[in-house]
C-alpha cells in the first residue's frame, strides 16, 4: 500500500504597502502608546489583495485541505482568500515567521487575529516555535525547512 503524494503548495505573501508606510504608521503608533513593532505587520496593498484572489482562484481548482500561514497579517489575508476559495482550514505556524529581527511576542496573539480571520483553526499545534530575534535574513531558510518537515 502506497501512501497518496503529498503536493506542497509554496507562496511569499503577495503585494504589501511599501516600508515607507512603516515608518507613518510607527509614529502613528506611538502616539497611541502602542507598540512600534506593530508597524512591521504591514498590510497587503490593493494589487496584493488581488494576487491573493488570483492564487486563490487557481488553488480552488487544486486538492487543497489545508492552508499554513504566518502569524502576520499580510500572510493571514493571502491564507483567508485561499480558504474561502478551497474551504480549508488555516494553520498558523509561528516558525514561518520572517527573519531578521521578528521580536517575539510582537505580534497580536492567536486569539485576537482570530477575532478577523475565523478560518485559523485554534486546534491546530505549531510545529515550530516564534523565532527570537535572529541577525541573518538566511536563518528563516532551516527554520523553515524544520517546519515543512515537521508539519508533513
Known sequence: DQEPALTLWVCRHTDR?????VHSIAENLE???????????????????????ELANFLARQRVSVVISSPYLRTLQ???KVSHATGAKIWVEPGLCEGPRHVKGTLPPLEERY???PEIDMSYKPATEEPDYEEEDLSVIPRSMTAAARIC
Do not use: E, K
Not at 31 to 53: C, E, T
Open 17 to 21: 504597502y511599501t516600508p515607507d508606510w
Open 31 to 53: 502616539q497611541l502608546n502602542a507598540s512600534r513593532a506593530y508597524a512591521a505587520d504591514i498590510p497587503l496593498s490593493p494589487l496584493g489583495h488581488q494576487q491573493a484572489q
Open 78 to 80: 493571502v491564507a483567508q
Open 115 to 117: 477575532r478577523y480571520f
